[in-house]
């Protein structure tokens, strides 16, 4: 049996760097023409040294322009497309009629959005005629509906696995637009479902509800049941997430890789076979580099047989990073009540991180980040987060020098000397990871 690619969301430089260990792909969009607008995205102009990357490190690169094209928008699809074209792009994720046509034109294969609603094996098929290579499967389809998909087409499928889910079907909603002029299908949702509603009659009577937030659905997590869905034929576990930061990606991507690797591979070689694959195609230097940044002490922790006191920890350091709870969507049964955060439509995150610093300086030959902080304190041990333009490593406070002293502390208006286990730039962000209150 096939191991399934692990597909993973970036939305900048920071967050790719945080996915390289662990992503067989990665999809991310341009500033226009994807469903995520608010989510930075790369320029045009970027597009190549973003598949030079992933390329370097043997991950395809797929761009998503998956909103509705109108005619105003034409233009900007045939420079969206030569772009993608010019960089090597190993497929565009979309489902309008006119990108399908411009992407077959420049031969860039086509993999086709969840936004198509695609529920049953004929639809995957005409997709298929049209030139696709791949399609991503509607959030409705249960397990039942995509073994029979799966069992009745030769095409790629892909599924997503982790992360939010819309109120709408297939993420199609038009309550942004009605209620903002921001619409959804155009990447600009200002997710609306996520605010506090009423159910009021007629008689402008308020109906009791068991709380306020009445459209707001928990976020997707199947890591328990990564077996069924390898059984089930899904070639592609995709995992929502281009608004969310850095540390959520890697956290997510490092949970769901471990998870496959634990499936498939023996206790002795599980997570390994993999990244020394990689590491095969980078000179000496960079492969002893990334084989110490990739095999860490917390990924041993995971790379064992798959059970369930790994899915019972793999759970417990996904809900370190941000989520509103969690569900398995459509896949065994229709949601009911229990799917929607009532309460609250905020994350439920056990940790979050605060920015405290700014770094001054870098010494490259010491490996020490000269940093000025900005607010709070930090330890030695204390977990931070080093995120800049191009910037992003998570690493333990080793020591701290400050006034040319070694200290076990400092605060905010000192400037400090921190050793770092990566290369941090000038005005680079300093954070702290910090245990969130109940």
Avoid at 64 to 78: G, M, R, S
């Amino acid at each position: 049996m096939k191991k399934p690619e692990l597909l993973l969301p970036v939305k900048s430089w920071p967050n790719l760097k945080a996915v390289i260990p662990y992503a067989d792909a990665v999809y991310f969009g341009a500033k226009e023409l994807n469903m995520r607008v608010r989510s930075g995205n790369f320029t045009l102009s970027e597009l190549k040294k973003v598949v030079e990357e992933c390329h370097k490190n043997n991950i395809k690169a797929y761009l998503a322009v998956n909103t509705v094209i109108y005619p105003e928008d034409t233009k900007k699809l045939e420079k969206v497309l030569d772009a993608a074209k010019n960089a090597k792009i190993d497929a565009i994720i979309c489902w309008d009629g006119a990108v399908i046509d411009a992407a077959r034109k420049r031969n860039i294969p086509i993999h086709i959005s969840t936004q198509a609603n695609i529920s049953n094996a004929n639809t995957a098929l005409l997709y298929k005629k049209l030139g696709a290579k791949r399609v991503v499967l509607a959030r409705e389809c249960s397990l039942k509906d995509i073994k029979a998909i799966n069992k009745e087409t030769d095409i790629e499928i892909e599924a997503f696995v982790h992360g939010a889910m819309c109120v709408s079907i297939s993420g199609r909603c038009y309550l942004s637009s009605y209620l903002y002029g921001k619409s959804a299908n155009c990447g600009d949702c200002l997710q609306p479902c996520r605010q506090q509603w009423k159910l009021v009659n007629e008689d402008k009577k308020e109906i009791v509800c068991e709380g306020k937030y009445l459209m707001s659905a928990k976020d997707l997590c199947m890591i328990a049941h990564i077996p069924e869905l390898i059984k089930a034929g899904i070639g592609s576990f995709k995992v929502e997430g281009r608004l969310r930061d850095a540390r959520y990606v890697e956290v997510v991507g490092k949970c769901y890789r471990a998870a496959i690797d634990a499936h498939f591979q023996s206790p002795e070689t599980a997570g390994l076979s993999r990244q020394r694959k990689a590491l095969k195609s980078l000179k000496p230097n960079q492969a002893n580099h990334r084989l110490k940044s990739v095999v860490s002490p917390k990924f041993h922790d995971f790379e064992k047989t798959f059970d369930s006191k790994k899915v019972e920890a793999w759970l417990k350091e996904l809900k370190s990073v941000y989520n509103r709870g969690f569900s398995t969507g459509f896949y065994f049964q229709k949601p009911g009540k229990k799917e929607f955060t009532y309460n609250s439509s905020n994350s439920h995150a056990s940790h979050a991180r605060k920015q405290v610093g700014i770094v001054t300086n870098y010494y490259p030959k010491n490996k020490v980040a000269a940093v000025r902080l900005i607010a709070g304190k930090i330890h030695v041990g204390d977990e931070i987060i080093i995120e800049g333009k191009t910037t992003y490593f998570r690493q333990q406070i080793e020591s701290i020098e400050n006034n040319a002293k070694p200290s076990n502390f400092a605060e905010k208006g000192d400037i400090v000397g921190i050793k770092t286990s990566k290369k941090a730039r000038k005005n680079d962000y300093l954070y702290v990871l910090v245990k969130n209150s109940k």
